[in-house]
């Protein structure tokens, strides 16, 4: 039986993507606001934090590229959802309008945010990654996107509809 893969599946199957240990290592760069920020491992914190341009990872020296991958992106998403939300509130105050859920997506596909019913943005948590005027035009795009709010009147002093 021949165990060789054709070269079809193996591209397929493997892609363009790195090793997970030459990407997750102490030292790597790691995408944040259109910058890099280099992650140190180490356990002087019990949380991750951000130090200027270094991400502190709490983890021994010895830790595995999936534990510093894990540990790297858990605090990737909670930025995300702490910048992100912080964005949403600003930009829906400043149009008068109450701020809608967030929710982040971790889909592979998809736009960098997308409305889901009339009081909610699903934003992919990767967005985190890019600068932040994209970051902001990717917000704004959404929340112009949504229905106006219940109760409002259009441009012609017309009530909106209700439901």
């Given at each position: 039986?021949?165990?060789?893969?054709?070269p079809?599946?193996?591209?397929?199957?493997?892609?363009?993507?790195?090793?997970?240990?030459?990407?997750?290592?102490?030292?790597?760069?790691?995408?944040?606001?259109?910058?890099?920020?280099?992650?140190?491992?180490g356990?002087?914190?019990?949380?991750?934090?951000?130090?200027?341009?270094?991400?502190?990872?709490?983890?021994?020296?010895?830790?595995?590229?999936?534990?510093?991958?894990?540990?790297?992106?858990?605090?990737?998403?909670?930025?995300?959802?702490?910048?992100?939300?912080?964005?949403?509130?600003?930009?829906?105050?400043?149009?008068?309008?109450?701020?809608?859920?967030?929710?982040?997506?971790?889909?592979?596909?998809?736009?960098?945010?997308?409305?889901?019913?009339?009081?909610?943005?699903?934003?992919?948590?990767?967005?985190?990654?890019?600068?932040?005027?994209?970051?902001?035009?990717?917000?704004?795009?959404?929340?112009?996107?949504?229905?106006?709010?219940?109760?409002?009147?259009?441009?012609?002093?017309?009530?909106?509809?209700?439901?």
């Open positions: 039986m021949n165990t060789a893969r054709s079809q599946l193996k591209l397929r199957l493997d892609g363009n993507e790195p090793e997970a240990a030459s990407r997750w290592h102490d030292g790597a760069a790691l995408a944040y606001l259109g910058g890099h920020l280099r992650l140190v491992l356990t002087r914190h019990k949380e991750a934090l951000r130090e200027g341009q270094l991400l502190d990872l709490p983890l021994p020296p010895q830790a595995t590229p999936r534990q510093i991958q894990d540990r790297a992106e858990a605090w990737l998403r909670a930025e995300a959802k702490r910048i992100l939300q912080q964005l949403i509130e600003e930009k829906s105050a400043l149009a008068g309008r109450r701020a809608p859920r967030l929710a982040l997506s971790f889909a592979a596909r998809g736009h960098w945010v997308e409305v889901q019913g009339s009081d909610a943005l699903r934003c992919n948590w990767r967005l985190i990654e890019q600068p932040l005027p994209v970051i902001e035009q990717a917000i704004a795009r959404g929340l112009a996107s949504l229905p106006p709010p219940d109760g409002g009147f259009d441009l012609f002093g017309t009530p909106f509809a209700t439901g």
